[in-house]
């Protein structure tokens, strides 16, 4: 079965043609189909890297490998891991600092085995370990496509890890216990739908690369998808639990929120998320984001996360007389240290938007201020991913315009964000979720 192609290719077929030639014509036909199959040739090249560029942007490589937007697949994006920082390789076809003279075997070494030209070790910041499932063909197509891309005569900064991290050596160990090398089997009792699925979440789109729980080693552990901490971030259960994951989400809400990074009364996307569907699941297909739907439902479902919640994430919720309830109130807005209290903290700044009642502005339209009820992050059993959209806001492209969200690290103390998410967790959301100054000053 096919799994890797998301356009056929059409070979035109020449023998059906000459036989219509008269005879007289011989002469003339090899000129003719020689014409022909060149306009052919370019037009099966064209498709190519048109295959080429919607698999790139599943796999989403410009999101690691781009750190100016004016000069995409340079590289140069730092990893800030615990030991030192190192910096993604530039990618576009320069010949000196990018990956021009490598040749196609060298370009499917390093993209699915994590070997560079020289025989060295790739750190695994390189998500080799989900592309070493690509057919060769989806590799090429994508190499034809950074071939098209314009050069960028410029190396991408050294990494600056210590001892013994800068052993590049070291790598092959951390392989021998966290790379299996292997490419995606079909599994012939399932569907072409869910085998599509599982090669685009798994292979190409490489989504456990963040949801799925690491080692010791920070090798993926074997509870796929049941969520992970990233930095500040918690990229959530995804499996089909139906209180830690997303079992309750229906087919639609998963494609709407892949699509367009909003499935209202359900979750938004920002952060990590909200630059996955911005550089890559925005531009994938129905079909196809179907296909990762129908995937997702059965994986098997796990249980992390839920940290004693009884509905999830996305069940929370009612609304508040925040109003009339800050009217009765004697106006002692200030609290504790100078601290306005969270119900003044939310009128002042988020009810223009959310609402007075957290209700949001536009129902299910696209471009809605979302309601903070019924939303995962709100209703999520810690605090963190709301104070990171507090503090940073949130900024996606989207098919039908920018949705932004101003970011407030600017106006709010640590003391002031603390406050205002204790009080969207309880009026709005999970109440057990909380936080405090010292670990907002910590997320900053
Ligand atoms: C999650 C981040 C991430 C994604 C996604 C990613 N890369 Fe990388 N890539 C890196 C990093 C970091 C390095 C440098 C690793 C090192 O120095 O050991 C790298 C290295 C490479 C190299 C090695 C070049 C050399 O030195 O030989 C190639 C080729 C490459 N990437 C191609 C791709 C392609 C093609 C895609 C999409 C299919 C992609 N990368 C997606 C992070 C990423
Ligand atoms: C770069 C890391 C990263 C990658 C890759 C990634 N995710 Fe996420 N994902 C996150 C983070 C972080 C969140 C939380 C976002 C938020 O709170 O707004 C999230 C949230 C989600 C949610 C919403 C869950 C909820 O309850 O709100 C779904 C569904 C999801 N991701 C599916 C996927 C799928 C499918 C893929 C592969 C196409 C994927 N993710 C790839 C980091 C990532
Ligand atoms: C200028 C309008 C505006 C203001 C003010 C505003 N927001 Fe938002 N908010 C948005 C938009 C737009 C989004 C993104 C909607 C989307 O993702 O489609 C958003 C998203 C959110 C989300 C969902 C994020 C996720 O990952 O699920 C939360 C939670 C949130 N806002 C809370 C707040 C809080 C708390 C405040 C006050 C500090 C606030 N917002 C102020 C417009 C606003």
New binding site residues.
Partial sequence: MKTNSNTTHQRPRFGALRKWLPAGALALSGLFTGALAHAAASSADASLVKRGEYLARAADCIACHTSNKAQPYAGGVPFNLPFGTIYSTNITPDKTYGIGSLSDADFIGAVREGKSKDGKRLYPAMPYTSYTQLTDDDILAIRAYLRTIAPVGKPAPANTLGFPFNQRWAMVFWNLFNFDSGRFQPDPAKSAEWNRGAYLVGALAHCQECHTPRNFMQGLSSKSLAGAQLGNWTAYNVTPDPVAGIGGWSDAELIAYLR???APGV?????P??EVVENSTRFLSDQDLKAMATYLRTVPAQSNGAQGANQPRYGWGSPIQSVTALRSQPLTVLGGGGVADGRT??NA??????GWQGTGVGGKDA????S?MH????GAPNAD??TM??LH??S?E?NHGH????A?EGE?SDAE?AT??NF?TTQFGNPAATTDAAKVAKMR
């Fill in positions: 367009d990074g909003a979750a938004n996307a920002a952060g998320m909200a903290l939310y700044n988020c009810a223009s938007c959310h471009g809605a201020y979302p903070l939303n995962s992050s709100v991913n709301l959209v507090v806001g949130v996606r989207t949705m932004s969200m101003p407030f709010l964000v205002l998410v969207v």
